[in-house]
């Protein structure tokens, strides 16, 4: 005779509403080659999107990102990440989880502020960059995710490496949770 014992069964389709927090499914981007740009408008950084499709109108997305960041060739330089979303299967995306209250160049992302570490000035430290946002879609469309970056002033960015050949990688998560 076998016994199972538990404290509560969660459903496939997550914590009914009201329950709270049960994660339904969970999808993720993983980057682990180097992307580097000069743009000083928002670019696609390549291999960091996702989608999922939420399976209830309740339910939120919790996403996550944690970057690698560096910069060269520059004595200072300012790069912004943006979290951009997207419910009609791409045709247009608007930035989330941004700052409010400044003008909308400076209402971004986790902002990096990297300086040339050497007196050449053609390097600059690698650094970590992450968010973490709860998403409110209302929707059970599918959801287009993906990070842009630019730089302000002049030089490049990379993401996943750094001058003196320290790579590394970066990875996106979309959690959707029962509400």
Do not use: C
């Amino acid at each position: 005779m076998s016994t199972l014992k538990v404290n509560s069964i969660i459903p496939v389709a997550g914590v009914p509403t009201g329950g709270g927090g049960g994660i339904i499914q969970v999808v993720q981007a993983y980057k682990n080659d180097i992307f580097s740009s000069t743009s000083s408008s928002f670019v696609d950084v390549t291999g960091l999107a996702l989608t999922i499709t939420p399976t209830s109108t309740s339910s939120k997305v919790l996403i996550r990102y944690d970057v690698l960041l560096s910069g060269q060739s520059w004595t200072k330089g300012t790069v912004q990440l943006g979290l951009f979303v997207s419910s009609d299967g791409g045709s247009s995306f608007t930035i989330i989880g941004n700052g409010t209250g400044g003008d909308s160049n400076h209402n971004v992302n986790p902002v990096q502020q990297l300086y040339s570490n050497s007196d050449s000035n053609t390097e600059a430290n690698i650094s970590g960059v992450s968010l973490e946002f709860l998403h409110s879609p209302s929707s059970t469309a599918a959801l287009q995710y993906k990070l842009q970056a630019r730089i302000q002033n002049t030089g490049n960015f990379k993401i996943n490496a750094q001058a003196h050949s320290y790579n590394g990688s970066s990875s996106m998560t979309a959690m959707e949770v029962s509400a």
